[in-house]
């Protein structure tokens, strides 16, 4: 987590989905010269904003966190479906500033993209989140994002 790759929050490109994915490209090619899958991205001011090419969730208690808007992420079109169904399963949505810290202590976490739709996040840092396998929650948010999917396709 300590690339030295940053996003700029604060720019308005942060919120275009756009051709232009340096600042990704570059933190990818860290995490693959760290040895690793995938990086997640930090702001200027520290904060967690998504991985390479996805959205960032964690699960603690009933609650699901991910960061905000104005934290300098892509508002993607499966996240917004996530926070949908996971309010309708009774999990209380949180869109804050999200420390990377705060991973440690998570429940569980995952990634989301259209791609790979809902993946879990089960070590960061070399560290273990929770018991270091995909969660429940996930599983099921997972499972209902499928049905949708089906649902709008087929």
Aim: aromatic share 6%; with cysteine.
């Amino acid at each position: 987590m300590d690339g030295k790759i940053r996003k700029d929050q604060n720019s308005p490109l942060c919120r275009v989905k756009s051709a232009n994915f340096l600042t990704h490209i570059l933190a990818k090619g860290e995490a693959a010269d760290a040895g690793v899958d995938e990086a997640l991205m930090l702001n200027y001011e520290g904060f967690l904003t998504e991985a390479t090419v996805s959205n960032l969730f964690l699960v603690k208690g009933n609650s699901l966190l991910t960061p905000s808007v104005e934290s300098g992420i892509l508002p993607g079109v499966t996240r917004r479906v996530v926070i949908e169904i996971a309010g309708k399963m009774g999990l209380e949505v949180k869109q804050r500033e999200i420390r990377h810290e705060e991973l440690y202590s998570a429940d569980e976490a995952f990634l989301t993209n259209s791609l790979m739709e809902v993946m879990p996040l089960v070590k960061i840092d070399r560290r273990p989140i929770k018991n270091g396998l995909p969660g429940r929650v996930t599983s099921d948010i997972h499972n209902k994002y499928r049905e949708i999917v089906r649902e709008n396709i087929f």
